[in-house]
């Protein structure tokens, strides 16, 4: 509850009048039946109508502030349930942004889209819907269960009957409940996921004709959602059930001994009309008080899954150095930052920050897994080096972990053991800000966003100047087609680039890591949807446009990575060999199998 409630202390205010409206609203809801009350037993009775009129006028205005009461809680509460939810949602699609590969490798991304909104929505819901009840039902509760013993403690007594009764039988559906929320929630993810794959692959499933297949399965998973929810609303309605019988069963007692009382004069028909009127807010408040349990109980179980996400540790941070440094403490080696503290060591290390200036890439007997207790490594020992300004090609079979290797370079994953160092620092060492800024990647799968083609350069470099653009669109020979496009530089493009072909949006990923001006530049695969002839157009631009810049370029066939000043060749995650073009042809096998075949692929 303390991480919950440091997320409503900037709505404390709202929350604060809030509950001041909902008890005021609720004493003066409770003043009425004592004035209905007194208008039976003395106004009737005695006839006077002036003093009928009178109580009449007051319990009139009780009822016109309760109305603008309750009015302004319904505001406050709502202010504070949304804000309350916006600043849950901010801070988990920020804690979202720290995650490496390997911590959304974790998470599913439908789970994720929906702890991020569902969950969020049920504890918002739960704040606008239960804070009333919430606050209103024990006051309710208290005072009229005071005022019914005052009226007539013997008649009273039916309370200490029903109230345990009702009391039980809502404990008993809250804790049956509870576990079915949460596979309701998970189903939930499962139906999103279906929806996510179907509509990334949409293409896919309408050129393969597996429209039927695809709604068999979300048919599955949609049914696997409506039997759970079934089963948490079924059991979680039997509250009004249960309700209803303790209610008019208190009611029947009541009217039965106070309907003797009355006949024999022990009270008076007035008395007992409050009286019903305050059974029925005891009971009422009982109602209201286990709707708020459901509500807690089924936003509970989201606030846990949203805990997951936010207590989820980034597995790559920028205090590495640091803590692998504070560690030399133990061996007695005392530095000036250690006298300092860790946190204040962490911050000066920060303030120091190194640069990268010239792009030399060393890997030191690097071993990678993705998760620490696979049984085989994904990349084994793995050690080259790489010059500023050279232009390296990697290249290998299927499968032989080409693109993890490069991903280990900006940190998107982290090695699980050697060192990777650029200009002689370990990677680590540097700010995960600085080196991603430094090392511009076009990934495997190209991602462009909704917005304008010039929206989508400028993620490289946000303050680019249009001779910027076109000198970056040149080198990746995006001015070819450009002047086709109907607004050109701001034409709109679809979600995912999705009225771009295939080779024009590599072209528009590489122009725009270009844009970015790198020290490192790695090209996963990323000519292979373009024609070789525009391969070679980009491969010339790179080499005489950006001399100083180092490349590394992963790629499937031979003709991207000839020309290149080493190539690396892997193999089951290792490296088989390193060389030239000339020097791999003659004396490497695998890479003569690659490049014959591809010959022998081109001349058919």
Known sequence: MKKFLAYARDYKKELILAISCIEAETLFELIIPIMMADIIDVGIVNGDKSYILLKGFQMVVCAIISLVLGNLCARFTAACGNGIGASIRAA??????????????????????????????????????????GFRSPVMLFVAIFLSFRINAALAVVFLIAAPVLGIVLFIIVKNVRPLYAKMQNAVDYVNRIIQENLTAIRVVKAYVREDHEIAKFEEVNQNLKKNSERAFSLAVLNMPAFQFVMYGTILSILWFGGKLVWVGDMKVGSLTSFLSYVLQVLNSLMMFSNVFLLFTRSLTSWKRILEVMEEEPAITDDRAINDDWATIEEGVITEEHGLGKDKAISNNLTKELRIKSGNISFEQVYFKYKDNA???????????????????????????????????PRLYEATSGNISIDGHPIYEYTQKHLRDSIAMVLQKNILFSGTVKENLLWGKEDATMEEIERACHIACVDEFIDRLNKGYDTELGQGGVNVSGGQKQRLCIARAILKAPKILILDDSTSAVDTATEAKIKEGLAKELPGMTKIIVAQRITSIMDADQILILEDGKINAIGTHNSLLEENEIYQDIYYSQQQGGSL
């Open 92 to 133: 988990e699609f920020q804690k979202m942004q720290t995650y490496s590969f390997s911590n959304t490798d974790k998470f599913s991304t439908p789970s994720l889209v929906t702890r991020l909104t569902s969950d969020v929505t049920t504890i918002q819901n739960s704040i606008t819907n239960g804070l009333r009840p």
């Open 375 to 409: 049984k085989e490594y994904v990349l084994s020992d793995i050690s080259i080096e790489i010059k500023s300004g050279q232009t390296v090609g990697i290249i290998g079979p299927t499968g032989s972990a080409k693109s993890t290797l490069v991903q280990l370079i």
